[in-house]
């Protein structure tokens, strides 16, 4: 294995160069369309590789637990990122007109988002929580000789915080949609869509704080220091 300082040098360019693939990838309809799905999943890929399984072994109480709250979490925001997309952002950007009338005048100038790109962004987070589900509680020898806390939780917190910080990609096609129509820009707009982004930013320092190796110890520090 790596040393620990090593360890975590590779995992954060590792990180900031699959960011930059998935913003490349959101370039066009169809690369936005798998962006997403290409950073979350390969930002998992990072984690359980460069996270080592060694430390504590985890209950089936804390492993059904993490996974529990995974899924209820991821699910809780989709929801919450769907009805910003489609309901409280439209509203907020357009205070003048009901959501009827927004809806048709996105009709009626042919400029409907297309679904694709909000299904790919929840469907793709669903399918990650499930993942950690199963890494938590399959009882498969490989995955039980893999599994620690540390990783357990690693791999909860960076779902939950990419699928969160991501919400602006599920609303790219209603931004789109508006700016053409209405003559606006297709920035994000509502309160939920700053409040999900800012969970997914402190869960991701969260989770950086707890992938960051422990500093070495010196065990005869303490005793140098006391004579």
């Known amino acids: 294995p790596l040393p620990p300082m090593l360890a975590f040098a590779v995992a954060a360019v ?10 490349a990838a959101f370039a066009a309809f169809a690369l936005l369309v798998l962006g997403f799905p290409i950073l979350l999943v390969g930002t998992l890929i990072l984690v359980f590789a460069l996270v080592p399984a060694r430390g504590t072994e985890v209950t089936a109480v804390a492993r059904w637990g993490v996974g529990a709250g995974t899924v209820l ?10 009805l910003h ?16 009338e927004i809806y ?11 679904p694709v790109i909000l299904i790919a962004w929840g469907a793709s987070a669903v399918l990650a929580a499930l993942a ?11 995955l039980r000789r893999g599994r620690s806390r540390r990783r357990l939780v690693l791999l909860a917190l960076v779902t939950i915080s990419v699928t969160s910080f991501s919400v602006w990609v599920a609303g790219f096609g209603m931004g789109m949609g508006i700016a053409d129509t209405f003559v606006t820009d297709g920035g994000d707009a509502g309160v939920a869509g700053r409040l999900l982004m800012l969970l997914g930013v402190l869960v991701g320092m969260g989770a950086m704080l707890l992938a960051a190796p422990a500093a070495p110890r010196q065990a005869g520090a303490n005793a140098a220091l006391t004579t």
């Open 14 to 23: 590792a990180m900031v160069v699959a960011v930059g693939v998935g913003l």
């Open 104 to 114: 048709a005048g996105l009709a009626a100038a042919n400029e409907t988002p297309s």
């Open 132 to 142: 950690v589900v199963a890494f938590a509680v399959v009882p498969a020898p490989a």
């Open 73 to 82: 979490a991821v699910a809780l925001i989709v929801a919450l990122g769907v």
């Open 85 to 100: 997309v489609l309901v409280w952002s439209p509203i907020a950007k357009l205070p003048g007109l009901t959501l009827d």
